[in-house]
């Protein structure tokens, strides 16, 4: 919810006084050895009122770009000079990210954590910690980015899924310059945005990273760039003093996985690169046979860009290789 000039924000453990800022933990589970599982959050009350702006990272655990963008936020957010609240949850998935794996090895029958919101008190372990984070967030947000990437299995460039509601793609667009990649969400249920944008409020998810992206210079390039876009939409919401960016040249359109039509190395064509607009059928990749022949093509399903590319060449016939935007026009 807004705060007031003089209310505390609490979330979970923390509880911050205007002016400050508290880490904390939204109480989880009790494993079998007796380890707490909680959820990390770092809650920052502005000195004056304003919405509250809630992120959240690492609900897949092999994604650390979000939290390493949260860790460098938090050093850029100060509260005597915000308005409104922001609450960062670096990693919402903290078993998942311990193992590096997408989700809790200890839970493969609620694996996949951002299919699960707003979660079950009764049902397994994840769908229990989902629902203690959902009880965290859902009275205290009023607009909430996910974080993620390519993960272990690839690289994605700057997308957004947002519900197409205005609220939905003011806050894509306060992501800021680059980001102008917004797709409609396919994933209609299941994942915090989804939960937020049922009880009337706003979520979107935004991607960027993953394995290919994990060199010292372009894990930190992946960092600055999510972290300069939270303190961009602290700018638009006026809770900080500073100049938004917008993206340019943001378009509608549907994301689309694209599989491999054969099994073998995978090769993009010269010249083509993430988020540069293609014609329906301009070819994107070819795969060749481990003799060096050609064995298959890949081609744009539509006028669009691809903005994800799996991190390992090999194929086999079947397996997603890309994930394309088929472009339906400008954003206005
Ligand atoms: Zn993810």
Redesign the pocket.
Same mark, same amino acid.
């Given at each position: 919810m807004s705060t007031n000039a003089n209310d505390s924000v609490s979330v979970g453990t923390a509880t911050a006084k205007p002016g400050e800022m508290v880490r904390g933990a939204i109480p989880g589970l009790d494993m079998a050895g007796g380890v707490k599982v909680e959820i990390p959050v770092i809650v920052i009350n502005g000195a004056d009122a304003g919405p509250t702006f809630w992120v959240n990272a690492a609900? @897949?655990g092999d &994604?650390p770009e979000g939290p390493l963008a949260c860790a460098l936020a938090s050093k850029r957010i100060d509260p005597s000079k915000l308005r409104g609240a922001v609450v960062l949850v670096p990693c919402v998935n903290p078993m998942a990210f311990s193992a590096a794996e997408?989700g809790n090895p200890l839970d493969t029958f609620a694996y996949d954590m951002?299919r699960i919101y707003p979660g079950k008190p009764d049902g397994y372990f994840t769908d229990r910690l989902a629902h203690a984070h959902w009880q965290a967030m859902k009275d205290v947000a009023d607009m909430e980015i996910s974080i @993620?990437?390519g993960?272990a299995h690839s690289f994605l460039d700057k997308a957004i899924f947002v519900d197409e509601r205005p609220e939905s793609v003011e806050l894509a667009k306060a992501m800021g310059e680059g980001w102008g990649c917004i797709m409609s969400n396919f994933t209609k249920t299941g994942s915090p945005m989804a939960a937020m944008n049922s009880v009337g409020k706003v979520g979107i998810t935004v &991607?960027l990273g993953g394995r290919s992206y994990t060199s010292p210079e372009r894990f930190r390039y992946v960092g600055e760039e999510l972290a300069k876009s939270i303190v961009n939409i602290c700018y638009h919401y006026d809770m900080l003093d500073g100049q938004a960016t917008y993206p340019s040249d943001a378009t509608i359109g549907q994301q689309e996985a694209l599989l491999a039509p054969s099994s073998g190395i995978f090769l993009p064509e010269e010249g083509v690169d993430f988020l540069k607009m293609m014609k329906k059928g301009d070819t994107i990749a070819r795969i060749i046979n481990v003799f060096g022949d050609e064995v298959g093509v890949l081609r744009a399903p539509a006028d669009g860009m691809f903005f994800g590319l799996r991190a390992l060449p090999n194929v086999n016939q079947g397996d997603w290789c890309c994930f394309f935007n088929k472009v339906e026009g400008p954003r206005e």
């Open positions: 609900i @897949h &994604e997408r951002n @993620h990437s993960g &991607e």
